[in-house]
């Protein structure tokens, strides 16, 4: 060990202030990390970095990879990046290859000079989305699948998952991952990474209510056995999907004073996963969608979709009123995401009885089954992560589909 790793630097000062929050895992390298050990084989920590001003105090990528060679073996990590968003301070595939490269130069190691594809594979895997958001499912389980063929290769072999914090994203994955290869029930693997992660009374982990539903599909995924799982996700890859309406209960008289129409955005992933792309935008003006319906409001679509996973996100706005809009991005700022081929099967009993295949359930969709979602406010989303809904517009809503 070089004693620059001992210096106290203020740069060292600030990362232990930063990590504060954090259940950090103590050794005796001098290197000052951020990194938890949710298990002996699955590492969490924030995203690392090369430049200033954020080296001043985020993870050094450098410092990160000298930790992993000395107390892993070079060869027996492998780093998962969750974090589709792009800075300054980021670090490039090429980077890492570079650092573990002069690592075994300077532990007069064999010499890897000739880095390809496959090698940089074996480094870093970027499998990254939106931050506060969930993983589409099928990532999610790709991603799970992937970590446990990283540490299948030895006994020694860890994953090394970051996002931007190492908190929702990162703690989505290690949950998942406990589920289904460490046979552990939801709570309690919850619990595994808040403790492991958190300093106590600190944080209760992932708590983000999208990020949990997701979770609650991949628990009912699990029910399954091996082949209705392979015909689940082929199922889920290949459906096609018609929304048929939206109703919302309980209007708040935000909407009902005719001052400010409520929207509602249907949005899906874009090809890298860090941003949106709006499909359609429905609107409680009367004349566009809106009608009255008892208590609520119904919105009639139909609106054609070939993707499982979707964002409905809502807010108000005006048409007369620059101000009102001004004011309405920032006063309600709620959203969710859900799975529709997931919630067929949840709004049909979830069992390993339960038909997962499109035509069993088409089937009793022509039987007169109806398909939908009912998520009342406050199980809605906030801002940025936050519990924060903004101004309530709704008591619940419900959406209806069917499959094409």
Not at 153 to 159: C, G, L
Not at 256 to 285: M, P, W
Not at 363 to 380: A, P, T, Y
Request: aromatic letters at 8%; charged letters at 20%.
């Amino acid at each position: 060990m070089t004693n620059k790793h001992l210096k106290i630097k203020p740069s060292n000062i600030l990362r232990i202030i930063y990590a504060t929050p954090l259940n950090v895992h103590k050794h005796e390298t001098g290197l000052t990390l951020d990194l938890s050990y949710v298990t002996d084989r699955i590492i969490v920590c924030s995203y690392p970095v090369l430049r200033f001003p954020k080296l001043m105090y985020r993870n050094s990528l450098e410092d990160l990879i000298t930790f992993l060679n000395i107390h892993h073996g070079p060869g027996n990590w492998t780093i998962f990046n969750f974090k589709a968003e792009i800075g300054s301070s980021d670090y490039k595939d090429e980077e890492v290859r570079n650092i573990a490269n002069r690592w075994y130069i300077s532990q007069s190691a064999k010499v890897i000079t000739d880095f390809h594809d496959e090698q940089t594979e074996k480094l870093v895997h970027r499998l990254g989305w939106m931050d506060h958001c969930p993983p589409p499912f099928l990532l999610l389980q790709h991603i799970v699948d992937e970590m446990h063929n990283c540490i299948s290769r030895s006994q020694s072999a860890v994953v090394v998952l970051h996002c931007r914090v190492g908190k929702g994203r990162s703690g989505t994955i290690s949950i998942a991952y406990m589920m289904k290869y460490l046979d552990c029930p939801l709570a309690e693997a919850r619990d595994v990474f808040m403790t492991n992660r958190f300093r106590p009374g600190v944080s209760r982990g992932v708590v983000i209510p999208s990020q949990l539903r997701y979770l609650r599909y991949h628990e009912m995924y699990l029910c399954y056995d091996l082949g209705s799982r392979n015909s689940f996700l082929a199922n889920c890859a290949k459906a096609e999907f018609k929304l048929k309406s939206i109703n919302l209960i309980q209007p708040s008289s935000v909407i009902l004073s005719g001052h400010c129409v409520a929207y509602i955005k249907i949005q899906k992933y874009n090809s890298d996963r860090n941003d949106v792309i709006t499909v359609a935008t429905l609107e409680t003006d009367e004349d566009l969608l809106g009608r009255p319906m008892g208590g609520g409001l119904s919105m009639c679509l139909p609106l054609e979709l070939d993707v499982s996973d979707i964002q409905l996100e809502f807010g108000i706005t005006s048409k007369t009123s620059h101000m009102i809009n001004n004011i309405g991005a920032f006063a309600s700022r709620s959203h969710c995401w859900l799975n529709l081929y997931c919630e067929l099967l949840r709004s049909n009993g979830a069992s390993s009885l339960a038909p997962v295949t499109l035509e069993e359930l088409r089937k009793l969709q022509d039987e007169g089954q109806e398909f939908s979602f009912n998520i009342r406010w406050n199980e809605l989303d906030g801002a940025k992560g936050t519990s924060n809904r903004g101004i309530k517009l709704f008591e619940s809503m419900t959406l209806k589909w069917s499959l094409l």
